[in-house]
């Protein structure tokens, strides 16, 4: 039997598996679209793997629901930090969270339930396809200001601009009301709309701060799975350093299931 815990950051869900002990191979596609099938398996956005690392607290790997290795989910991040913490309790400094993944070293801070997540510096903020893009940590997005949000056919639309680039990219519907920007996001790899992005929560926040729509160095992000915060600075070059992507992530259930 396989362990697992199922956890959400904002409602962008994830099965996470302590592999410290070599329990599950990352490079069985069929096993990882099976589990995250939400009719057939556990089902979720994602799978996550925490494994050892000797130059940090832990390694997380992160593969997509269609089965491809990722080289780093944001919101998931979020959510192996805090089940590193309560869960494993492996983490000895709240206050100074380190941990690996394909694309490199990562720091985060937990404080109860909320998760500070720094994210990778943005130094080009550009156009491709009529829309603002960007690359948010190693994803790329591009950013779709719209009306209506709650009605915007998203999928649809999601589905023919997504394949604009030749490796796929992510893209962000935004409406701003009240200060808040409201976010949709259609995500590569998952290939529909998912309730929560923390790239996209990321890209919107740098995107509007650049487009002018946003005159402060924190944006108030609300997505359908509920509210991200994004902290930046934005220095003499044009690039934004320092981000910090917040929020709560929780775990929902544990459970066993058949290898």
Known sequence: MLKFYKYHGTGNDFIMIDNRNNVFDIKDTEKIKLLCNRHFGI???????????????????????????????????RCI??????????????????????????????????????????????????????????TPHNI??????????????????????SDGVNIDFVELKDGIFYVRTYE?????????????????????H????????????KMPGGNLTVKFEKIKNGSYENIWLIGPAVCVFEGEIKQ
Not at 188 to 208: D, F, K, P
């Open 43 to 77: 089902g979720a956005d994602g799978l996550i793997l925490l494994e050892e690392d000797p130059d940090c607290d832990f390694k997380m790997v992160f593969a997509n629901p269609d089965g491809s290795i990722g080289a780093m989910c944001w919101n998931g991040g």
């Open 81 to 138: 930090v805090h089940f590193a913490f309560h869960v494993l309790k492996i983490i000895k400094d709240p206050k100074n969270v380190c941990f690996s993944a394909a694309d490199g070293m990562h720091e985060a801070e937990i404080k109860g339930d909320e998760v500070k997540l720094k994210m990778q510096n943005v130094n080009e903020i550009s156009k491709r396809n009529g829309l603002t893009f960007l690359y948010s940590g190693t």
């Open 144 to 165: 779709m200001f719209v009306k209506n949000i709650e009605k915007f056919p998203v999928i649809n639309e999601g589905m023919r601009i997504r394949n604009f680039d």
């Open 188 to 208: 590569r790899g998952v290939e529909n709309e998912t309730l929560a992005c923390g790239t996209g929560a990321t890209a919107v926040a740098i995107a509007s």
């Open 210 to 221: 650049h487009l002018g729509m946003l005159k402060k160095n924190i944006c108030r992000v």
